[in-house]
């Protein structure tokens, strides 16, 4: 089955000329890592965001886990979906073990359990509970609040995950070693993650597939080896040529 | 000044019980109104600038103007005094109120709903923590206010410490002016400190 249906979805801001999305259609399988590619504007993150209803969709219908979500209440949605973003959004009031609760608690997961899976929750993102379970977010580097982050979302094991630029406010060296990480958890728990993403290193670097994103519009949605091969158009060329020099590149083949 | 308050401690003491009374209860009726305003202005963001609007206005009417311009409607004391002091501090309260809430870190909003809490968690669980200071803020700020602006009330026979400064201005008692100035700035300063060990008890 397919964990996330696109089905002819548009998204039109009011007041805009053009479309956000623009009939976007696409299939995202269960278990699979797909990365959104594209520049800033390009749709990307309304698409993402209209998967857990942080958007309305226009037209069209999306399915999460089998099921249209335009039929299920927005909040219970998000419940059962992981989001991770850019921001990290951490609430400075409460602990890194609050802040996971916090989640738990939507769930109605029976308190006394709270601990063990804040703690698993915590060991899973490579953060020492005994260190971080009562410290304040402030207290933590950025990389560190990321990894709460990502902990939060993975709070209640959400089939899927919705990652908006999560490493987007990271420093490049603790950025190279967090994908590596998070490609790790999610070859550990077979999850389906979405993740959005400017940088073509990144995209290619953790998707089984790459949606390539311009203007609203898909343009192509492959694996890395066939956009690479076989780009469906000069702007998905240009796109990778751009890319060449890259590290990255080599390092996946 | 000691010797008129052992001579006639009724004359301070009671007029000090009935501005405590009055603010008191302006206070605790102001509050359950401006939480509900505020809270329709944040669930519908349009009402926000009709709120603003409205009570901009009442708040510049000068104090004796709106009291004797309410005593048609409801006669004189405490009780138009009450309504009266009640519509200012709707102007302080859900100004600071809907300001506090809405300037609380965007992205922390976001992840909120992100995962999953509706319009109330994310109000009480988020935003209304994060926005504690500015909402105290609004709240001391009414009660000095209210504090002050009742002593005005004492012209409309709602009583209260303003009797004193009224009575003693027009009798030229100074004890009564000394008493009157030095307990109505003393309960402002006293509730004040009061507000701000709530707040940090919070």
Redesign the interface.
């Given at each position: 089955m397919d964990a996330i249906v696109y089905n002819n979805v548009c998204k039109k801001y009011k007041n805009a000329k053009a479309y956000a999305v623009d009939h976007v259609n696409a299939n995202i399988h269960e278990g699979e890592f797909v990365t959104i590619l594209g520049a800033s504007g390009c749709g990307k993150t309304t698409l993402l965001k209209m998967t857990?209803r942080?958007i309305e969709s226009d037209e069209g219908t999306i399915t999460v886990s089998g099921k249209e979500i335009k039929s299920l209440d927005p909040?219970?949605?998000?419940?059962?979906v992981g989001?991770v973003?850019q921001?990290?959004?951490?609430?400075?009031?409460m602990t890194i073990a609050q802040n996971i609760e916090?989640?738990l608690e939507?769930?109605h997961v029976d308190k006394k359990n709270y601990k063990e899976i804040v703690d698993g929750l915590l060991r899973k993102v490579a953060l020492n509970p005994d260190d971080f379970r009562d410290r304040y977010p402030s207290q933590l580097s950025g990389g560190q609040q990321q990894r709460v982050?990502l902990a939060?979302?993975l709070a209640g094991n959400p089939k899927v995950m919705l990652l908006d630029e999560p490493f987007g406010a990271i420093d490049a060296i603790t950025r190279r070693s967090m994908q590596k990480e998070l490609k790790r958890l999610h070859e550990e728990n077979k999850r389906t993650f979405l993740l959005v993403t400017h940088d073509i290193d990144e995209a290619f670097l953790l998707g089984d597939r790459v949606m390539v994103m311009n203007e609203g519009h898909l343009l192509q949605f492959d694996t890395p080896e066939t956009i690479i091969d076989h780009p469906a158009d000069e702007f998905v060329k240009t796109l990778v040529e751009s890319s060449r020099e890259s590290s990255y590149f080599y390092m996946r083949g | 000044m000691w010797e008129y308050l052992q001579r006639r401690p009724e004359k301070i003491l009671v007029p000090l019980i009935e501005h405590i009374e009055l603010v008191v209860i302006t206070l605790v009726i102001s509050l359950v109104i401006a939480s509900f305003l505020s809270l329709l202005a944040l669930r519908f963001p349009k009402l926000q600038a009709v709120f603003d609007r409205l009570f901009t206005i009442i708040y510049s009417i000068p104090s004796l103007a709106l009291f004797v311009l309410m005593i048609p409607v409801t006669g004189l004391g405490q009780t138009t005094a009450i309504i009266v002091l009640t519509l200012y501090n709707q102007y302080l309260l859900i100004k600071n109120f809907t300001t506090g809430i809405n300037e609380v870190d965007p992205s922390i909003v976001e992840a909120a709903k992100g995962i999953g809490m509706d319009f109330f968690q994310i109000l009480t669980k988020v935003q209304i923590p994060l926005a504690k200071r500015s909402l105290f803020a609004g709240i001391r700020l009414a009660v000095v206010s209210t504090i002050g602006i009742g002593t005005i009330a004492a012209s409309i026979n709602a009583g209260g410490l303003g009797t004193l400064l009224f009575d003693g201005l027009r009798t030229m008692n100074l004890n009564k002016i000394y008493w009157g100035v030095l307990l109505s700035a003393g309960l402002a300063i006293v509730m004040n400190g009061l507000l701000k060990v709530v707040e940090n008890k919070c």
């Open positions: 857990n942080l909040v219970e949605l998000r419940r059962h989001y973003i921001q990290i959004g951490l609430f400075p009031h916090v989640r939507l769930l982050g939060r979302a | -």
